[in-house]
């Protein structure tokens, strides 16, 4: 690989001011690899530096990382977890999934349920949907008013740049497919008992409004992509790209961070055990 890795990470990130049109965004983008092999492989090196950051990281416990991830059925929120956290301290790490809100969730403002599963300091939390889901499908059902959620822009801006004030760094991923490959992905959920389970006829649903949530999407990337809390578009057409992109970019920011081993005890050196 020629390109470096920095230029990578600033390739998909999203410029705050910037206006998305998801149209430019390529989601079958594979840089430049010439087959998923050597794509496996240099995720392969990318995870175990993930590794050794992250034990670092836990023992800092200076910072929480926040990593959002968010697309349409099938963009792959759960292949991306399970492929770039392999191996790492589970004890580090925080999944937290959010689905249709339950009765107590909906009794309080939409942040409640977000602000109680941001993860502590040490920690790596993961969103599989997020606060973002209150811009996304509650905009694209009317779930309530265009007055109400067209506020929220500014109010996860503002919720984003309190929790970067207060030792939260936040990332956050579109994972980018083409309608055409969820057909494919969809159908390999019908074909393959092992993946039937996760078939939802509710996703057919959801699959005829995909335009109006191209336009969802490409309004919270555009309205929501900051300094202290970025969006990066994932080209995901090709899961091995897609693992490959996000482990590059947790690996990096971890990396920038640089997170250390908190000073021993002092007069450890004369103490033999017996
Ligand atoms: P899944 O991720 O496939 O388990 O599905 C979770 C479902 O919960 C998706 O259809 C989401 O759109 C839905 N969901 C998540 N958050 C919200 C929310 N705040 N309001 C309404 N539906 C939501
Ligand atoms: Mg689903």
């Not at 496996?40 to 992250?54: D, G, I, M, P």
């Not at 059902?141 to 265009?146: A, R």
């Not at 057909?183 to 939802?200: G, I, M």
């Not at 057409?237 to 081993?261: C, F, M, S």
């Amino acid at each position: 690989m020629s390109e470096s890795s920095v230029d990578l990470c600033e390739r998909y990130r999203v410029r705050p001011g910037s206006s998305v049109d998801l149209a430019a965004w390529d989601p079958a983008e594979i840089g430049e690899f010439r087959s998923p092999k050597q794509g496996k492989k240099a995720l392969k090196r990318y995870r175990k530096t993930l590794r050794k950051l992250q034990d670092r990281f836990y023992a800092w416990n200076e910072k929480a990382l926040l990593v959002v991830l968010q697309g349409m059925d099938t963009a792959g929120k759960d292949g991306t977890i399970k492929h770039v956290m392999r191996g790492v301290n589970p004890q580090g790490v925080h999944v937290t999934s959010f689905k249709v809100p339950t009765p107590e969730e909906l009794a309080h403002d939409y942040l409640w349920r977000i602000h109680k599963a941001i993860p502590k300091r040490g920690m790596i939390g993961i969103f599989n949907r997020s606060h973002y889901e209150d811009v996304l499908v509650v905009r694209v059902h009317n779930l309530v008013p265009p007055e109400v959620w067209s506020r929220r822009y500014d109010q996860i801006n503002a919720f984003e740049k309190h929790l970067s004030e207060n030792n939260v760094v936040i990332l956050k991923f579109f994972l980018h497919i083409s309608k055409e490959e969820q057909a494919r992905r969809l159908q390999a959920r019908l074909d393959n008992p092992e993946k039937r389970w996760k078939f939802s006829k509710n996703d057919l649903k959801e699959r005829m409004l995909w335009d109006a949530y191209q336009d969802a999407y490409a309004d919270a990337l555009t309205r929501c992509s900051t300094s202290y809390a970025p969006w990066y578009i994932i080209p995901s057409d090709h899961k091995w790209y897609r693992n490959y992109v996000v482990g590059q970019i947790l690996t990096e920011t971890l990396a920038r961070l640089d997170p250390h081993y908190p000073e021993p005890e002092a007069g450890l050196d004369t103490i033999t055990i017996s």
